[in-house]
């Protein structure tokens, strides 16, 4: 898929390899040229300029782009910029690097998710950008992992307990807005959601197709 990367710093060089490692093409917008020597190694497109300016996301791709990070060293860039992603363009993955935890919430309302700068990793924002799964810890037999798996849109609304199948499979938390909470019936899925659940090696495929149901419309 074509990603967009908004910043060209060590947060945003960082990322460039890992998805062009992964099978992306990646476009890198940057307001300073001398930021874009750190891409050096890389085939990543450069392009001068604004990540809020929608010309400059026009020539990026943003019309094929399936998901952008923004990820300046200032808050209010870096929601300008997710939000046009979302609102003008709908790419479907928009992450924004966060200084100001305490905004994480209005960003969450907006259906982006955010990677606070006390705790970012690289791999955390490619993850939530390409959607994929990341083990956090498995047992010593290699029967029980716990993993993190963004929630699809789809589930927006409903009880997260659905997704849970006896001791097969069972969302255990979710974090949401920069915090974690453990998953009690009452709790509803929301968009930009990230589940920890506990799985069975034999059951990852079946926990995969629940959430694709969600997605069909069923549950």
């Known amino acids: 898929m074509h990603v967009i990367v908004v910043g060209c710093g060590r947060v ?38 604004t990540g809020f300016d929608r010309d400059v996301l026009v020539a990026a791709g943003a019309e094929r782009a399936k998901a952008l990070a923004a990820v300046t060293s200032g808050d209010n860039s870096n929601i300008l ?12 993955s928009v992450v924004a690097r966060i200084y100001d935890p305490r905004r994480a919430s209005i960003y969450q309302k907006l259906g982006i998710a955010t990677v606070a700068t006390v705790s970012w990793t690289t791999s955390q924002v490619v993850r939530r950008l390409t959607g994929e799964n990341a083990t956090n810890w ?22 997260l307990v659905e997704l849970s199948e006896g001791e097969r499979f069972r969302v255990v938390a979710v974090s949401r807005a920069g915090q974690a909470r453990l998953v ?36």
């Open 12 to 49: 945003g060089s960082s990322l460039v390899p890992q998805l062009e490692g992964a099978g992306h093409t990646v476009t890198v917008i940057d307001r300073q040229k001398r930021a874009f020597r750190r891409l050096e190694g890389t085939n990543a497109e450069q392009l001068l300029g």
């Open 81 to 92: 910029a997710a939000r046009i992603a979302k609102e003008n363009f709908q790419i479907p």
């Open 138 to 159: 498995t047992d010593q037999s290699g029967v029980l992992s716990l993993v993190q798996r963004n929630l699809p849109d789809s589930w927006a609304g409903k009880r």
């Open 184 to 219: 009690s019936p009452e709790v509803i899925g929301q968009e930009g959601d990230v589940l920890h659940y506990l799985v069975n090696s034999d059951a990852t495929a079946d926990f995969e197709a629940r959430l694709a149901a969600g997605s069909e419309g069923g549950h």
